[in-house]
């Protein structure tokens, strides 16, 4: 008999404490809320986390530019990658504040951003 993955009923953020720390570098405390599952609450830790690294991404091109900038996060990172993978920004605003999961495409966005992409290209 095989195992059928969790249906995900709840938000990502309904398993932060406190939910509108999901998406921030704040502090979280993570549970399983009522109609919850225990896998269900790893993704969404794990949504978090990836999220997090995407917004606080260094950009390779602030420290050499001409004007060098104070925040050197790549700011121009999500309008690439949902250029390339084809959502929407608003999607991805959405997941990153955990309104909603991130899907197949949104992990291999997010995936190749990370760890695929050549940073300096």
Excluded: C, N
């Excluded at 921030?24 to 599952?37: F, Q």
């Excluded at 700011?75 to 250029?83: D, E, V």
């Amino acid at each position: 008999m095989s195992k059928r993955s969790p249906t995900l009923l709840l938000k990502p953020r309904d398993y932060a404490v406190p939910d509108y720390a999901f998406g921030t570098t704040a502090a979280i405390d993570w549970t399983v809320p009522a109609g919850g599952d225990e896998l269900s609450r790893r993704f969404a830790e794990l949504q978090h986390r990836l999220v997090v690294a995407v917004a606080t991404r260094p950009d390779p091109k602030a420290e050499v530019s001409r004007r060098p900038r104070k925040d050197l996060t790549d700011r121009t990172a999500i309008a690439r990658m949902s250029r390339s993978w084809s959502f929407s920004r608003s999607w991805y605003q959405s997941a990153s504040q955990g309104r909603t999961w991130l899907h197949v495409t949104g992990l291999a966005a997010v995936t190749d951003l990370l760890f695929l992409q050549d940073p300096h290209h």
